[in-house]
């Protein structure tokens, strides 16, 4: 069962909203989450009672990004856990709502570990289920440390490849505080060089499915106060040519064995652009995305979303307006196919770093990224 209310009944314009949290109200703990399909125009909550709703909270992408689909899962192995729900069926339905980011097959693996554990240790179904919350619990706050050092390594390896200079930065897609326990990826990297007085232009790429940059980034970047402007994403090459960009930072869905980097859609071709023009191409993710067990980017299941993303002009939540997020109106001849993936594959020789809570890896080799892997992390 699902439950929708504004947060903001009161008119008010408060900080950007947590993405997700945890509640326990009388009659029973529920899963807040800030319902992504109907920013920026409003700000409301979907409240989770069972793991079905969640699973198709992120289908829907109401709740979305690498991190926070793992934060996600383990808080609905938790969820089911306490509410006397089959833990093995919801971590089934989970692990497998999207393909692509490992992350959410992670945060639910380590929180049904943790469930598990406690059962074989001779705890009952209330002990076990606590297990699963404190798991989930400490997997929120690890993705708020790791987005802050995220944002300590990139800014540092900025200043480096590039001394002296207030940015210009290209980004693609939603990295920020909506897709962490912290203030993001490439966005907190970004968020960083704006506090330190050092960023000059937030190029802002529209990006499918569901204009994510227009709707999300440039909504927490209007937040934050920097200064950014939106283009869609064909228009990113005349940036590059007219010499306007200093550095692209995105996020991953999914790091390959051998450095090759999954994320959305139109990723690849900005990592050309950016060889072409001679401009650094960074990759800011956790290490938990990286996934040495898929060897190389051919093997990244790449997500296909449903056509009329691409046939239909589709529109998010507009109040007033009568539309479900997510409706459209076709603009293309009936039954056009249309190809839609989620995401695109980058190979590790068009990735000038990656930029991890244990450090930055450049160049982008296999052995870096496994030896990236053994490190602890570092301040």
């Not at 540092?156 to 200079?165: K, N, R, S, T, V």
């Not at 980097?261 to 071709?269: I, L």
């Not at 695109?344 to 892997?373: R, W, Y």
Request: proline share 6%; glycine share 10%.
């Amino acid at each position: 069962m699902a439950d929708q209310h504004s947060v903001f009944a009161d008119g008010t314009t408060p900080p950007i909203a947590v993405a997700l949290r945890w509640e326990e109200p009388p009659e029973g703990p529920v899963l807040v989450l800030l319902d992504q399909t109907r920013l920026p125009a409003e700000e409301v909550e979907l409240v989770c009672t069972d793991v079905q709703v969640l699973v198709e909270a992120i289908r829907s992408l109401a709740v979305r990004g690498a991190p926070m689909l793992g934060i996600a899962g383990a808080y609905g192995v938790a969820l089911a856990a306490a509410r006397g729900f089959d833990v093995d069926e919801a971590v089934e339905l989970l692990s497998h709502a999207r393909p692509t980011a490992v992350n959410l097959a992670y945060g639910v693996r380590r929180a049904a570990t943790a469930y598990h554990d406690a059962l074989r240790a001779g705890g009952d179904d209330k002990r076990a289920a606590a297990a699963a919350l404190a798991e989930a619990r400490a997997l929120h706050a690890e993705d708020a440390e790791a987005s802050r050092r995220m944002a300590e390594h990139g800014l540092a390896f900025l200043d480096e490849l590039l001394p002296g200079g207030r940015y210009r930065i290209l980004t693609h897609c939603n990295t920020g505080a909506l897709v962490s326990g912290g203030e993001g990826t490439a966005f907190a990297v970004a968020g960083a060089a704006h506090r330190a007085g050092q960023l000059r232009r937030l190029w802002v790429d529209e990006t499918r499915p569901l204009l994510q940059g227009a709707r999300l980034t440039a909504y927490e970047a209007a937040r934050a106060g920097m200064a950014y402007t939106l283009l869609t994403d064909n228009a990113a090459g005349s940036l590059f040519a007219a010499g306007q960009v200093d550095a692209v930072l995105i996020g991953a869905d999914r790091i390959a064995g051998d450095g090759s980097v999954a994320n959305k859609v139109g990723s690849y071709p900005l990592a050309v652009l950016a060889r072409y023009h001679h401009v650094p191409f960074v990759v800011v993710a956790p290490t938990s995305t990286v996934d040495l067990a898929t060897p190389d980017g051919a093997a990244i299941e790449v997500e296909q979303r449903s056509g009329h993303e691409v046939t239909d002009v589709t529109v998010p939540y507009v109040p007033g307006s009568g539309m479900e997020p997510g409706a459209g109106v076709p603009v293309a001849p009936l039954g056009t196919q249309a190809y839609n993936p989620a995401f695109d594959v980058t190979p590790p020789e068009l990735v000038t770093a990656i930029v991890t809570e244990k450090g930055v890896v450049s160049p982008v080799t296999a052995d870096g990224i496994a030896e990236l892997c053994t490190r602890s992390s570092t301040g």
